[in-house]
């Protein structure tokens, strides 16, 4: 059972460039979210999703994208790269929104735009 | 809008000692987690708080909740080096989705 996995694990960028940041589960999990976890600080919700083909905007969703095609899938797009957005992303998911648990966290992506 | 403080940020321990984390958020929830995360790591899951009162126990760990005042304390007893990692309490949103708002953390070190 592997869980939530995200590739890759670390990433260079130039600025302009684009890339997909990959989060993939095995548990069948409903829910889904991607967050920012800058140098020092919380965890910021950037997307989240409640079940294939249902998307929506977190907290911090300028310059992302997300699709969610299947249940397993919950890819994030980073379009025109720019330095801010620098910081580790981490996939978390989830069985439902009134589960006895905690998250299931990927093991993130460092991602360094420069 | 949703708002998680903890503190301390920062608290250097010596083994043996007890100590307690703070959690205080802002509008209504019915429930919180902890989480622990390693440097360089991820995020682990430590306890769920489900309701007014609730207390959670996990080795030198223990959680609680007081939702009248929007409070959780992670306490920890006689502390180990084990222990040393950055704590974070998240709050879920009492909306659907289930989306958490965590607080800064609290990097706790434990000297001997």
């Known amino acids: 059972n592997a869980g939530v996995t995200q590739t890759p694990k670390f990433r260079i960028l130039k600025i302009g460039q684009s890339m997909t940041l990959q989060c993939t589960q095995d548990m069948n999990h409903n829910y889904m979210y991607w967050y920012r976890q800058d140098p020092g600080m919380g965890l910021k919700l950037i997307y989240y999703?409640?079940?294939?083909?249902?998307?929506d905007k977190g907290e911090v969703p300028n310059g992302y994208n997300v699709s969610r095609s299947t249940t397993e899938d919950f890819p994030l797009r980073l379009e025109l790269a720019a330095p801010s957005q620098t910081s580790v992303y981490f996939c978390?998911?989830?069985?439902?929104?009134?589960?006895?648990?905690?998250?299931?966290f990927g093991s993130g992506t460092r991602l360094t735009v420069v | 809008e949703l708002k998680v403080e903890q503190n301390p940020l920062f608290l250097s321990m010596q083994e043996g000692k007890n100590y307690t984390i703070y959690c205080n958020y802002s509008t209504t929830s019915d429930r919180l987690y902890w989480y622990r995360q390693d440097p360089g790591k991820s995020l682990e899951s430590l306890f769920v708080?489900?309701?007014?009162?609730a207390v959670k126990q996990e080795g030198r760990l223990m959680a609680s909740l007081d939702t009248k005042a929007r409070l959780s304390t992670l306490h920890i007893t006689a502390a180990v080096h084990d222990l040393s990692a950055t704590y974070f309490c998240?709050?879920?949103?009492?909306?659907?989705?289930?989306?958490?708002?965590f607080g800064d953390g609290t990097t706790l070190t434990v000297k001997p």
């Open positions: 978390a998911s989830n069985l439902s929104d009134r589960t006895y648990y905690g998250y299931t």
């Open positions: 708080l489900l309701s007014n009162g």
């Open positions: 998240a709050v879920a949103s009492n909306t659907n989705a289930g989306k958490s708002t």
């Open positions: 999703s409640v079940g294939a083909g249902i998307t």
